[in-house]
């Protein structure tokens, strides 16, 4: 059953992340070279907000990109980002992203603490062999 299925056990757990100092260029930058489309932003080993293409396109507009942007993570990143617990289920994780239109989440521990990302495409993989699990019994 879905329920029964962590998201620790299927969550991406060696992430590229941000910081909000980097400059929002650079960002972009790692987000192309690693074939994301948004990652954690993480300042002293603690989750301070989420950046994504979407906040790059909000950043391109607001500068109407006629010279480099010169803003920064930290100014255009999502902060309070929606985080779930490394042990609530699938089930919990296919609900967020279907009520709240998210791709990914940040994947927390009991101190709160960055431990990984889990994406509508790890939760189909879980669906995945949930299915191959059944039709081998």
Request: a negative charge; one cysteine or more; charged letters at 20%.
């Amino acid at each position: 059953m879905l329920h029964s299925l962590r998201v620790a056990d299927y969550m991406a757990q060696r992430l590229i992340t941000l910081s909000p100092e980097m400059t929002i260029d650079l960002a972009i930058k790692t987000l192309l070279t690693h074939n994301i489309s948004g990652a954690p932003v993480v300042s002293q080993g603690e989750l301070v907000g989420m950046f994504s293409e979407a906040d790059c396109l909000e950043d391109i507009v607001q500068s109407g990109y006629y010279e480099m942007s010169s803003g920064l993570v930290g100014d255009v990143m999502s902060s309070k980002p929606q985080t779930i617990h490394a042990d609530d289920s699938i089930l919990s994780a296919a609900e967020v992203f279907h009520r709240h239109n998210r791709r990914r989440l940040p994947v927390v521990d009991d101190q709160g603490t960055l431990v990984g990302q889990i994406s509508r495409h790890d939760v189909l993989r879980a669906i995945d062999s949930l299915t191959h699990q059944n039709h081998s019994h």
